[in-house]
């Protein structure tokens, strides 16, 4: 790599960069990233991240169905006891109360 640096700053020469002189020596290398050596290429990287935000999108979208059907059983139990409480206070109301049985 230093050869190379030393040769392309030669007079008569031409320059290289250090991404082209990297590449001479690495050669090119598909999931190198300069910087951060071999790995994982990034496209492999990123479709995990897709498949794992896809999943993640999926379990939203069912716990949202979940959550709003919830809701509908909550807003029937309280028309339920809306119900219930109207018709305590119309009982009540009639002087018909459970506690006259205890005579």
């Known amino acids: 790599m230093d050869q190379l640096r030393e040769e392309s700053s030669q ?11 990297t590449v001479q020596v690495l050669g090119k290398r598909l999931g190198y990233l300069r910087g951060f050596g071999v790995g994982p290429k990034p496209s492999s990287a990123f479709k995990s991240t897709t498949r794992s935000s896809q999943a993640r999108d999926e379990e939203v979208k069912g716990l949202k169905e979940e959550v709003a059907s919830l809701k509908g059983i909550i807003q ?7 119900q219930f409480e109207h018709f305590m206070r119309q009982m009540q109301g009639n002087g018909s109360g459970y506690d006259s049985f205890d005579e």
């Open 11 to 21: 007079p008569g020469a031409t320059p290289l960069t250090q991404e082209e002189i």
């Open 76 to 82: 029937s139990y309280e028309g339920r006891f809306e």
